[in-house]
Nanobody
């Protein structure tokens, strides 16, 4: 079983930055993909960014050039650096490792 704990969410003004962290613990397959997703009120959950064990990344078009995903394999931790935040980035952000999910952290961007 895998446990994921997110942190770093909060309230920020438009144009500001936040850095999210997610620590995974438990039985973790070596060949894994870790990712950040988000769900805004009334909308479906969407993939924000993903990173493989080897460091290959992909991003949603809406965050390219503003968000950066990274990972520390030794710590089973991923990060999401979010810059130039917009009100439409407001959502609960979840991390995942393969099919396991965290509880989420709220990000609110005020206009």
């Amino acid at each position: 079983q895998v446990r994921l704990v997110e942190s770093g969410g909060g309230l920020v003004q438009t144009g500001g930055s936040l850095r999210l962290s997610c620590v995974a613990s438990g039985t973790i397959f070596r060949d894994n993909v870790m990712a950040w997703h988000r769900q805004a009120p009334g909308k479906q959950r969407e993939l924000v960014a993903a990173i493989t064990i080897r460091g290959s990344t992909n991003y949603a078009d809406s965050v390219k050039g503003r968000f950066t995903i990274s990972r520390d394999n030794a710590k089973n931790t991923i990060y999401l650096q979010m810059n130039s935040l917009k009100p439409e980035d407001t959502a609960v952000y979840y991390c995942s490792i393969n099919a396991d999910w965290g509880q989420g952290t709220q990000v609110t961007v005020s206009s």
